[in-house]
């Protein structure tokens, strides 16, 4: 329902903050599949207070169209999210920065 209304209201990209891996659970993660294809940038990262959301490992990144958040937490995520989102909407070069910086 939540990531719904953040695409009715017209959210560029969204943070999630998962468990673990930034893992979802599996309805989330059926609707972050459908809302990536409609251009909708879309990064896991975890609240679990430190540790990395590594890329393809528990979840398929590349299917899903999701960007891992390394090791940034979900407030950081969501800061460099939207400066990417100044800069371009590509998943890959936003995945790059997300590994850079």
Request: proline share 2%.
């Amino acid at each position: 329902m939540l990531v719904d209304a953040l695409v009715k209201d017209g959210a560029q990209g969204i943070v999630i903050a998962g468990v673990g891996n930034g893992n979802l659970y599996p309805t989330v993660e059926e609707r972050v599949k459908q809302i990536t294809r409609q251009g909708i940038v879309v990064v896991r990262s975890n609240r679990t207070g430190s540790g990395r959301v590594l890329l393809n490992a528990e979840t398929d990144d590349a299917a899903l169209g999701t960007i891992a958040a390394d090791d940034l937490n979900p407030q950081k995520a969501r800061i460099l999210l939207q400066l990417a989102l100044l800069k371009t909407k590509d998943t890959k070069k936003i995945q790059e920065m997300f590994f850079e910086y």
